[in-house]
């Protein structure tokens, strides 16, 4: 079985991916070392389609220890972290529990930062279900939630101890949650690995149903690249800004859309399309890669409509994007598959025309 080790500031940890991990669960959670009990936090969802085979293979798994939360991105919030600390300390979870979140990244977040904070820190262990949370939130140590001025304003860096990613969960997930995951998976291929965009292009319509073989392939090579990027950059001063390709544009169009239009994944694949239209503009990469990327995202299926975009709000959602640095928007574009640049400052004229040729792409994907 295919085992990651990821390294990190409070100690390496491992992530067993694999179809069938899940049976790997009781021996992570009991290689921790001595715990006063498991308690898992999940949502109503993911536990109606996984909660009985996770209780039948990890012994600590109780009812009385389990904590089911709404995991819409509406309820990722401070208010739901009270509510677990409460659960959690009514039901007696001292400094040597082990927090169990079980569930896509919302769940992952919550429960991550949940972790974080209860006590000061107990141990975390992630068991993603959806392939966004598999290929990138589990992984890395990134938690946080919300607040009404902002997606992801609160959190906390805490890797997690172990993370058991079971690649037969994903067969539950609704399909469009899942497409929405393999934009993210294009992305890794297009900054860190030309081997794996190659696999894309050739292997799409296996990946579209879910074939056992090609999700074997392709997640642990993913987990692999994000591995690589954060144990040089845990903390995001640098190299890691790389995993934002397409996500400067993506995040801002969630935003302009009141996160209801896209889900993240759709709105990052159009933000590959428009990194990938200002590498073309600013002559960093050639055309001819440039039309690979364009052609792989528009493999995975038609996007939800770009609509009409007020290219005022996007500006000053851009401008105000956590990474940005003095309202100076610092974008990843592509140089060639498999490299891309970061760092970049763009003039605003650029950013409306790249719109522009986004509603042409949008116009002509309806025929
Ligand atoms: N921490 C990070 O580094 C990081 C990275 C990427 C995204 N995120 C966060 O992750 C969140 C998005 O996560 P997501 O895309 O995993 O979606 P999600 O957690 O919103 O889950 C999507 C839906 O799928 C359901 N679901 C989950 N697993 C299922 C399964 N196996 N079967 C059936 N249904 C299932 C959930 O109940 C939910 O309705 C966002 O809040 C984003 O900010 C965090
Ligand atoms: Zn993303």
Not at 145 to 150: H, Q
Not at 195 to 210: A, D, G, K, T, V
Not at 252 to 262: I, K, M, N, S
Not at 337 to 364: F, H, M, N, Y
Request: aromatic share 8%; net charge positive; hydrophobic share 45%.
């Amino acid at each position: 079985m295919p085992t990651i080790r990821i390294p990190s500031s409070h100690g390496a940890y491992r992530v067993f991916c694999s179809r069938g991990a899940l049976a790997r669960a009781e021996s992570a959670i009991e290689g921790l070392g001595d715990s006063t009990g498991t308690f898992v936090l999940s949502s109503p969802n993911v536990w109606r389609h996984w909660g009985r085979t996770l209780a039948k293979r990890v012994r600590g798994v109780r009812a009385n220890r389990t904590f089911l939360f709404d995991d819409s991105e509406s309820a990722k919030n401070l208010a739901t972290v009270e509510l677990l600390c409460r659960a959690l300390s009514q039901a007696g979870a001292d400094r040597r529990a082990v927090i169990v979140a079980v569930g896509g990244g919302v769940v992952g977040d919550v429960a991550g930062f949940t972790a974080a904070s209860y006590l000061r820190g107990v141990r975390l262990v992630q068991v993603p279900t959806t392939l966004v949370a598999q290929v990138d939130s589990s992984v890395g140590g990134k938690t946080g939630v919300n607040l009404p001025e902002g997606k992801n304003l609160v959190g906390a860096f805490y890797p997690p101890r172990a993370v058991i990613a079971d690649f037969e969960t994903l067969a539950t997930l609704p399909h469009r949650e899942y497409r929405s995951g393999l934009y993210e998976i294009i992305k890794y291929g297009a900054i860190a690995d030309a081997e794996l965009f190659r696999f894309l292009e050739r292997h799409m319509l296996p990946l579209l149903r879910c074939d056992p073989a090609a999700l074997a392939w392709v997640i642990p090579r993913c987990i692999r690249i994000k591995a690589r990027v954060v144990a040089q950059d845990e903390r995001e001063s640098g190299l890691r800004e790389i995993l934002n390709f397409g996500h400067t544009f993506g995040h801002a169009l969630e935003a302009v859309t009141g996160y209801r239009r896209f889900l993240h994944g759709e709105a990052i694949g159009w933000g590959l399309y428009a990194a990938t239209l200002l590498g073309l503009a600013t002559t960093r990469i050639p055309e001819s890669e440039a039309t690979r990327v364009i052609r792989l995202v528009a493999s995975v299926g038609p996007l939800p409509r770009l609509g009409a975009i007020r290219a005022a709000q996007l500006r000053r959602i851009l401008a105000g994007d956590k990474k940005a640095r003095g309202g100076r928007v610092r974008w990843v574009l592509p140089r060639r598959i498999g490299k891309v640049q970061r760092g970049v400052e763009l003039p605003w004229k650029l950013i409306a025309r790249t719109i522009s040729e986004l509603a042409e792409i949008d116009a002509k994907a309806r025929g």
